[in-house]
């Protein structure tokens, strides 16, 4: 079966750091981009940036840069989401989404996702 | 670069269809084919209902249908049921980057 699988949920102080992760399995990790998502409380989703596994190429949304870190560990098919320095505001769901690189016949689209990690930050 | 433009919600009832639009400009859902739609009922992740404007995933109901004239990507919804309940997002991609609109919460009377 094909999945994401992400870390569970996460409850913060301002300040602290923060590193999240999203496990692939059941394809070819390397094949697809892995994006993240962010979804606040009653809100609509973000998209935040993207990186390729295979070589680590990362692409921002210009409202997240310098704001998080996206990487990969190949080996064991997972990436990540990590923060340096918390805010309340990072308060949100976060969600990472496969999108094929070149892949023949794969949908062209966030076709699997993972079930999400809920971050709370709260003094 | 602003999150692409939904109606806040739209309602129908039961049987009925409804449309949910999705405007972008010429550098998002304009220049590329890569238009795609997602459900999220609550608490739960978004499901890919189409990709490519109007392409269904293996599994999704026809009753679910896109299309795209210039700027602006439509998502149909015919027949519709009370599990059709839920926000809809579009979402368009480029080469570096992908985009979603604010999100439609569809309510079936």
């Known amino acids: 079966e094909v999945q994401l699988v992400q870390s569970g949920v996460e409850v913060k102080k301002p300040g602290e750091s923060l590193r999240i992760s999203c496990k692939g399995s059941?394809?070819?990790?390397?094949?697809?981009?892995i994006s993240w998502v962010r979804q606040m409380p009653g809100k609509g989703l973000e998209w935040m940036g993207r990186?390729?596994?295979?070589?680590?190429?990362?692409n921002y949304s210009p409202s997240f840069q310098g704001h998080v870190t996206i990487s990969p560990d190949k080996s064991i098919s997972t990436a990540y989401l990590q923060w340096s320095s918390l805010k309340a505001s990072d308060t949100a769901m976060y969600y990472c989404a496969r999108l094929p690189i070149v892949v023949p016949a794969a949908i062209p689209a966030f076709d699997i996702w993972g079930q999400g990690t809920m971050v709370t930050v709260s003094s | 670069q602003s999150a692409l433009t939904q109606p806040a919600s739209v309602s129908g009832s039961p049987g009925q269809s409804i449309t949910i639009s999705c405007t972008g400009t010429s550098s998002d859902v304009g220049g590329y084919n890569y238009v795609s739609w997602y459900q999220q009922h609550p608490g739960k992740a978004p499901k890919l209902m189409i990709y490519?404007?109007?392409n269904r995933p293996s599994g999704v109901s026809n009753r679910f249908s896109g299309s795209k004239s210039g700027n602006t990507a439509s998502l149909t919804i015919s027949g519709l049921q009370a599990e059709d309940e839920a926000d809809y997002y579009c979402?368009?991609?480029?080469?570096?980057?992908?985009?979603f609109g604010g999100g439609t919460k569809l309510t079936v009377l």
């Open positions: 490519d404007v109007s």
């Open positions: 990186i390729d596994p295979s070589d680590s190429y990362t």
């Open positions: 059941g394809y070819s990790f390397t094949s697809y981009w």
């Open positions: 979402s368009s991609y480029t080469s570096s980057s992908s985009l």
